[in-house]
């Protein structure tokens, strides 16, 4: 039995099905990515995919389970064969709670929103989206290729398509001297989408990729663990008017903060505040040493 699987998916998609429609990201350049530097982009034929969503029903039997399709940009794939996929892969697994992907902004913000609608109506229910930050220049300096219009446009459409939308952002993108901006930013535009899911994750330095290299030259200066905090926090008190889940679950980050908005920001300020305060008074022992990751 031969079954693909997507090399990434969000922490949430930890106990997912997980499938795979392309391999890679149709993009690759963002400075601080390495996750499918090594491959190249490929669309998997519609064929393909069903064989494997075959192999996978003869391996897990139709249970209740979330499933997660890869990689890193599916509704960048025809709008037809997507759906074609969706409905086979519903045929096969009638118990299905949730179907997730990734999707990239500039993708979805140039996408007819009758190709969304017609995504949701086959199945798909969330889409994973990185936001990064909400900086202009900050999205510019690590060539995201998208712009906080693109962002806005493309988390509207999501949800006006029927489609839960998570967003995710970087704590610490900014550096040191950038993350006042990088938080106010990400807020406003956050503000102007209300997504279903905030989801923060720590930058990580990964070698041989741009922003580690930006970092080697000294053009991007990592913040501190109190930067960082102080950073979610004014995020936290910037966000206004909005109805989404607050989630801090990556390995990667120092505080776990959980919450819905509005209703537990000034629990969410309270658990900031109190390590903030501590750091504050250990200020003078902290150090910007970024954490470095490999990808294998
Ligand atoms: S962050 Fe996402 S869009 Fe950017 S290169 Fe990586 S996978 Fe592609």
């Not at 535009?189 to 209300?194: E, F, H």
Request: glycine fraction near 6%; include cysteine; proline fraction near 6%.
């Amino acid at each position: 039995m031969v079954y693909e699987l997507p090399p990434f998916r969000p922490p949430s998609e930890a106990y997912s099905m997980l499938l795979r429609v392309t391999r890679g990201c149709p993009w690759n350049r963002c400075k601080f990515c390495g996750m499918y530097k090594m491959m190249r982009f490929e669309t998997r034929s519609v064929e393909e995919v069903k064989a494997d969503i075959d192999a996978a029903r003869e391996f897990y039997g139709d249970r209740k389970m979330n499933v997660f399709i890869g990689d890193a940009d599916s509704p960048v794939i025809k709008t037809d064969d997507f759906v074609e996929i969706l409905r086979y892969l519903r045929s096969q697994f009638t118990q299905i709670q949730r179907v997730t992907s990734y999707g990239r902004a500039k993708t979805l913000a140039l996408m007819a929103p009758d190709k969304l609608k017609r995504l949701a109506e086959a199945g798909l229910d969330r889409l994973h989206l990185g936001l990064e930050t909400g900086d202009p220049k900050l999205l510019q300096f690590i060539n995201k290729g998208s712009t906080p219009e693109h962002m806005i446009k493309a988390g509207r459409k999501v949800k006006a398509a029927g489609i839960e939308l998570s967003e995710y952002l970087m704590l610490g993108l900014g550096g040191a001297d950038g993350w006042e901006s990088h938080a106010r930013e990400s807020a406003a535009v956050l503000n102007a989408i209300d997504p279903d899911f905030i989801r923060v994750r720590t930058t990580s330095l990964i070698p041989d990729t741009p922003l580690f290299e930006a970092y080697e030259k000294g053009e991007y200066k990592p913040p501190t663990i109190l930067d960082m905090l102080m950073e979610e926090r004014l995020l936290i008190e910037c966000l206004e008017g909005i109805h989404s889940e607050f989630h801090s679950d990556h390995v990667s980050n120092f505080v776990p903060v959980f919450g819905k908005f509005m209703e537990d920001k000034p629990e969410m300020l309270k658990t900031l505040d109190a390590v903030i305060e501590r750091l504050e008074k250990n200020k003078d022992k902290l150090t910007n040493e970024p954490r470095i990751v490999t990808v294998m």
